[in-house]
């Protein structure tokens, strides 16, 4: 479990809170959604939870765990994942190889196992010859879904995932919902998606509106 403990942030010397007194609990087995207003502050309060960037003040912990006891790069390397709206895949590189680049540094009992990847793009429906191909030449949704397999093989506990569905249309966006339920569910992983959609938001199983600086979760 994720929780998040008076959390204050703003940004400039003198700048007004963003939010502050924000504590939340985020629980394994469930996909969360976070919607917003532009501005809000949802893509900053990603970053706090990625451990890429430090609130002004308040504490996160994994676990019971202060995520800076855990260490910046042992929690972003083995404790979170991220997805992107923009799927930030490595170019000329096929899908397989995308993910096992990224299962190289963990210590997963599949690294370098081409078979575990390709069945697990294949259950999202890349097959074998899409895998190995550029992924530049694999539609939007395929990048995507790429992104997630990539996200979820590398076994983290959380999954945060920045407007997943920015870029895709109903269908895909759809799919992409899917597959986070189904990892959040039967893998038991906490999936925290920021979204402006709100169809994508009603499907949270927690639905959090951060609204005059307050997270408010329903
Ligand atoms: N590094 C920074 N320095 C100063 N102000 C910043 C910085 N990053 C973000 N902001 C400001 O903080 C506020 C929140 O930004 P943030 O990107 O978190 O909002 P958001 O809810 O994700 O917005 P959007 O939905 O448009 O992506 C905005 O007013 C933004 O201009």
Not at 94 to 105: C, R, W
């Amino acid at each position: 479990m994720l929780t998040v403990k008076n959390l204050a942030h703003w940004y400039g010397k003198t700048g007004k809170p963003l939010y502050e007194n924000v504590n939340l609990s985020f629980e394994d087995a469930k996909v969360y959604t976070i919607i917003g207003a532009s501005g809000s502050g949802k893509t900053t309060f990603l970053a706090f939870i990625a451990g890429l960037d430090k609130p002004q003040s308040g504490e996160i912990f994994l676990d019971g765990e202060n995520i800076e006891k855990i260490g910046a790069t042992n929690y972003r390397k083995h404790k979170v994942a991220i997805v992107f709206q923009q799927y930030n895949l490595l170019a000329y590189m096929s899908a397989l190889d995308n993910v096992l680049t990224a299962l190289a540094v963990t210590d997963s009992e599949h690294k370098n196992d081409k078979q575990y990847v390709l069945d697990a793009l294949a259950g999202v429906g890349i097959e074998a010859a899409d895998a190995k191909k550029n992924v530049q030449q694999l539609s939007g949704g395929q990048q995507q879904r790429v992104a997630i397999i990539r996200a979820m093989l590398v076994d983290a506990n959380i999954v945060i995932a920045d407007e997943p569905t920015g870029n895709l249309d109903d269908e895909n966006s759809a799919m992409i919902v899917k597959l986070f339920q189904n990892f959040a569910h039967e893998h038991h992983k906490t999936v925290i998606i920021v979204t402006h959609d709100t169809k994508i938001a009603q499907q949270g199983d927690v639905k959090i509106k951060l609204a005059d600086r307050q997270f408010i979760a329903s």
